[in-house]
């Protein structure tokens, strides 16, 4: 087996899936599980497919196609807002797309007519986190134009929060996307089938039935993945964490100054890494850099070491305080947060390593 290497728990995915589909039926929401952090990997998917998940959410097309082309025949929500040099040939492989503007509603209107289908679209909101969205005073002109265009059908409205600005998912935003879709369905004398809620920081607000009897769509991709929230910093009880784990080896080990050495660029601010004086330190240099993980991201498995930062091939530790005694050669082995993960997926370097 050659290094870096990625183990992936998949029997512990699948049973998140499992169990988030199950918990969430209960509550009559449908869940979209985002398999977006994949970067299309089809052994992964196969573990969505054997807990019986028949609605998924990529942002990529080319994933989406080959998900398709490896014989998935359940429903397929575009996830990123389509550019439009994509929506012709996104037409036949998709049965809804997140939609924010009028332009995108029209095109996606224009082919699917062309391609004699019929394409559901869900208008996103935006409640705070500045990501993608329309205004609240702006969604009644985007939902009267979409009915009025043919083979599009307007499906309900969504938000998504917590990925740009990192405004958490509350009472207040979650009622003001409920009211919003109440107004809209009054306006337009029109039922709205969608409301979908939001992603993984989403699922903590289920608990209170005045949000969870009106929501019923849920769009989780790091829940299942990892079994953690990362906006309200917390681990999904009962559920698998860290499906995945990074084994990286090591290059070099020297006791360096931890202090460096020269005038610093950047008008002295370096270039971001951690950088503390603790005198001679143990250093541990590992075969990993930024080209295949977000080193933010990494936790390490064995007490007392920690990450300094890392360079485009190089990931830096300080392995002073190791348990262990450790040499070149040696196998770190870290935790993955999604960041970490989502790189780890789409770096060609990292041997993929899947254990059932
Ligand atoms: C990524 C994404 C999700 C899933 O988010 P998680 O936090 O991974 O559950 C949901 N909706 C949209 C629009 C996304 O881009």
Same mark, same amino acid.
């Given at each position: 087996?050659?290094?870096?290497?990625?183990?992936i728990?998949?029997?512990?995915?699948? !049973?998140?899936?499992?169990k988030?589909?199950?918990?969430?039926?209960?509550?009559?929401?449908?869940?979209? !599980?985002?398999?977006? @952090?994949?970067?299309?990997?089809?052994?992964?998917?196969?573990a969505?497919q054997k807990?019986?998940?028949?609605?998924?959410?990529?942002?990529?097309?080319?994933?989406?196609?080959?998900?398709r082309?490896? @014989?998935?025949q359940?429903e397929?929500?575009m996830?990123?807002?389509?550019?439009?040099?994509e929506?012709?040939?996104?037409?036949?492989?998709?049965?809804?797309v997140?939609?924010?503007? #009028?332009?995108? #509603?029209?095109?996606i /209107?224009?082919?699917a007519?062309?391609?004699k289908?019929?394409?559901?679209?869900i208008?996103?909101?935006?409640?705070g986190?500045?990501?993608?969205g329309?205004? #609240?005073?702006n %969604?009644l002109a985007?939902?009267?134009?979409?009915?009025?265009?043919?083979a599009?059908n307007?499906?309900?409205?969504?938000?998504?929060? @917590?990925?740009?600005?990192?405004?958490?998912?509350?009472?207040?935003?979650?009622?003001?996307?409920?009211a919003?879709?109440?107004? =809209?369905?009054? /306006?337009?004398?029109?039922k %709205?089938?969608?409301? /979908?809620?939001?992603?993984?920081?989403t699922?903590k607000?289920?608990?209170?039935p005045?949000?969870?009897?009106e929501?019923?769509?849920l769009?989780?991709?790091?829940?299942?993945?990892?079994?953690? +929230?990362?906006?309200?910093?917390?681990?999904?009880q009962?559920?698998?964490?860290?499906?995945?784990? =990074?084994? #990286?080896?090591?290059?070099? %080990?020297? !006791?360096?100054p931890?202090?460096?050495?020269?005038?610093?660029a950047?008008?002295?601010?370096?270039r @971001?890494?951690?950088i503390?004086d603790?005198?001679?330190?143990?250093?541990?240099?590992l075969?990993?850099?930024?080209?295949d993980?977000?080193?933010?991201?990494?936790?390490?498995?064995?007490?007392?070491?920690?990450v300094l930062?890392?360079?485009?091939?190089? =990931?830096i530790?300080?392995?002073? +305080?190791?348990e262990l005694?450790?040499e070149?050669?040696?196998?770190?082995?870290?935790?993955?947060?999604?960041?970490?993960? =989502?790189?780890?997926m789409t /770096?060609?370097?990292?041997?993929?390593?899947?254990?059932?």
């Amino acid at each position: 087996m050659s290094y870096p290497k990625l183990d992936i728990y998949l029997t512990k995915i699948e !049973a998140n899936a499992q169990k988030l589909k199950k918990e969430l039926k209960a509550k009559k929401i449908k869940l979209t !599980a985002v398999v977006k @952090g994949l970067a299309g990997d089809v052994e992964i998917f196969k573990a969505y497919q054997k807990a019986d998940i028949k609605s998924i959410a990529d942002s990529r097309l080319k994933n989406i196609i080959k998900y398709r082309k490896a @014989g998935y025949q359940g429903e397929i929500l575009m996830l990123r807002i389509p550019m439009l040099s994509e929506i012709e040939k996104m037409i036949p492989y998709v049965d809804s797309v997140l939609v924010s503007e #009028a332009k995108t #509603a029209s095109l996606i /209107s224009k082919f699917a007519v062309k391609q004699k289908k019929v394409i559901d679209l869900i208008i996103m909101v935006d409640l705070g986190d500045r990501r993608e969205g329309i205004l #609240a005073k702006n %969604l009644l002109a985007l939902a009267a134009k979409i009915k009025s265009l043919s083979a599009v059908n307007l499906k309900g409205i969504g938000t998504n929060l @917590g990925c740009f600005a990192g405004i958490i998912p509350d009472d207040e935003n979650t009622k003001k996307l409920i009211a919003l879709k109440k107004e =809209l369905e009054n /306006s337009l004398n029109f039922k %709205l089938d969608i409301l /979908s809620a939001g992603n993984t920081a989403t699922l903590k607000l289920i608990k209170e039935p005045e949000l969870s009897s009106e929501i019923t769509n849920l769009r989780i991709g790091e829940g299942i993945l990892i079994g953690t +929230d990362i906006i309200n910093q917390d681990l999904l009880q009962d559920y698998n964490h860290y499906n995945f784990r =990074l084994q #990286a080896e090591i290059v070099e %080990l020297k !006791a360096k100054p931890s202090s460096p050495e020269g005038e610093i660029a950047f008008g002295g601010q370096g270039r @971001g890494q951690l950088i503390e004086d603790k005198g001679l330190r143990k250093r541990a240099i590992l075969a990993v850099g930024k080209q295949d993980i977000d080193y933010q991201g990494l936790y390490p498995k064995q007490k007392g070491v920690q990450v300094l930062g890392a360079s485009s091939d190089h =990931l830096i530790t300080d392995i002073t +305080d190791a348990e262990l005694e450790l040499e070149v050669g040696d196998i770190l082995e870290f935790k993955l947060n999604y960041s970490a993960m =989502l790189r780890a997926m789409t /770096s060609q370097y990292i041997t993929k390593n899947y254990i059932k």
